[in-house]
């Protein structure tokens, strides 16, 4: 999620008359804007209601400005700003969901393992309405954050709408969340590892557990599941997918400047070995986690399986202001080494394996699955069979 890059402002002269008519209307334009401003916020000081302190018209104009280019970008306050500092070493407080807030809604891009909000149950695309009994609409950016965070042991309660139910309310203790972003484990000849999210020690670990999985003499395949997670910094997503590439492109970054413009190659190799793979991915992974998907799909070194992910393909820049915070700004655009563009897009798996309908899920649970993170788990069910059966028919023409 986090990017940096270095801008060239570059200062083009044009000379045409219609050229420098419309640049003066745009710098009218501006003057005017820049004008009304002050003008805006004196008239609040002078007759609204109550008395507003000039720190929160002076955020609430930034917020505004800047969440009207789109859901991604922000201003960050210096709580907020150390807030996602702490996100990305793996190490907050808070509920443990992933959000999005988009026109006065509050939408769940995922829950991470082993949190208040994931053990609640709180799924993608689940909205959250209102928070501690207030409309969320009426609520800034920096207000969701404070109360979505809050003291560790204090009690949130919020109110979910979810397309398949009435609206229904969970209430969450909040907690100090130590994320360990990879788990691996191997049964009955399949390894299977869970990537949470992507925060600085995802790569570490991964190379860990895949050292791990050398000590195993007859690993038939390996699952990599990315479901649920909603992602980190883009950094970890292209050291994750390099782990498992010998060569080739990982993303191309696209900005609104070519000189900006980043093709990513592997810079690792495959420490798999060539293992057969399948890749879990639902519409709760995002951003690096469709940089990974997106890059072992196109290059064909795993299969993926489950349903669509997010769409979430765009880079945030993070731009510090000391003292003030920091805006995050979204700066480029993700594409697929194949050049599919992720955002509002997503990745397709190769199979489409939907979760399975409460009727589905009570014969589920009759089954032993490895691993499982819950007994109804189809979709891990299919790709262990899908797994065990490329290494039966492998075996059987071996031995033809």
Known sequence: MIKKFSF???????????????SDKSQNAKDTLEALLPEVIDKINQDYVTNVSDE????????????????????????????LNEFTKGEFTGIGAQIIVTKGVIKIIASIDDTPAHNAGLKSGDSITHINGQEVHRLSFNEIADQLHGAPGSEVSLT????????????????????????????????????????ESASIKLQEALKELKTYQKVQGLILDLRNNPGGTLEQGIAVAS????????????????????????NGSDLAKGIPMVVLINKGSASSSEIVAGALKDHKRAILMGTPSFGKGSV?????????????????????????????????????VEEPTKDKEEAIKKIDIPFALEKSDYQLQRAVDLLKGLSLFQIKTSND
């Open 243 to 266: 782990l498992f590439l010998d060569s080739g492109i990982v993303v191309d970054i696209k900005s609104r400047k070519p000189d900006n413009n980043q093709t990513i190659h592997t």
């Open 56 to 83: 929160k018209l002076v955020e609430g104009a930034l917020n505004g400005m800047l969440s009207a280019l789109d859901p991604y970008s922000m201003y960050l306050n210096q709580k907020d700003f150390e807030r």
């Open 160 to 199: 979910i709408s979810r397309f398949d139910s009435e609206p229904f309310i969970v209430k969450l203790i909040r907690a100090v969340i130590k994320v360990n972003p990879v788990k691996f484990s191997v049964k009955d000849d399949i390894a299977y590892i869970r990537i949470s999210t992507f925060n």
């Open 8 to 22: 060239l402002v570059c200062f083009v002269f044009l000379l045409s008359a219609c050229s420098k008519e419309n």
């Open 316 to 352: 945030q820049t993070v731009f510090s202001m000391p003292g003030y915070g920091g805006i995050c700004l979204t700066t480029a655009t993700f594409f697929t080494p194949k050049g599919n563009e992720i955002q509002n897009k997503g990745i397709e798996p190769d199979i489409i």
